[in-house]
């Protein structure tokens, strides 16, 4: 069983930048992937970002191409997303995801994923 942690959520004017980070316990995310979903109020769960644990190999939502940064630290277990030029649509809960598989093959669909962390708020203000 593996346990999701994010931390670094918060409020910040747009065109800011936050890290969030999702530490897991019970096992490390060796073979494992991980990954960043959001939920703004009323909206669907939608796909952010993904990383193949082991090859680094990342995946990106159009909507955040060139300003978002997964990316992971095999020494603490810990997987990033780095936020920049934030804009007020990118207000929403972030959740943290991991699965068994290298990168699920519907990475961008929320059921796909085995392990969800608790969620973390960050508000954009314009």
């Known amino acids: 069983q593996v346990q999701l942690l994010e931390s670094g959520g918060g409020l910040v004017q747009a065109g800011g930048s936050l890290r969030l980070s999702c530490t897991a316990s019970g096992r490390t995310f060796s073979g494992y992937s991980m990954g960043w979903f959001r939920q703004a109020p009323g909206k669907e769960r939608e796909f952010v970002a993904a990383i193949n644990w082991n090859s680094g190999r990342t995946y990106y939502a159009d909507s955040v191409k060139g300003r978002f940064t997964i990316s992971r630290d095999n020494t603490k277990n810990t997987g990033y997303l780095q936020m920049n030029s934030l804009k007020p649509e990118d207000t929403a809960v972030y959740y943290c995801?991991?699965?068994?598989?290298?990168?699920?093959?519907?990475?961008?669909?929320?059921?796909?994923?085995?392990?969800w962390g608790q969620g973390t708020q960050v508000t954009v203000s314009s």
């Open positions: 995801a991991a699965d068994r598989d290298p990168i699920p093959r519907n990475y961008y669909s929320h059921p796909s994923w085995d392990y």
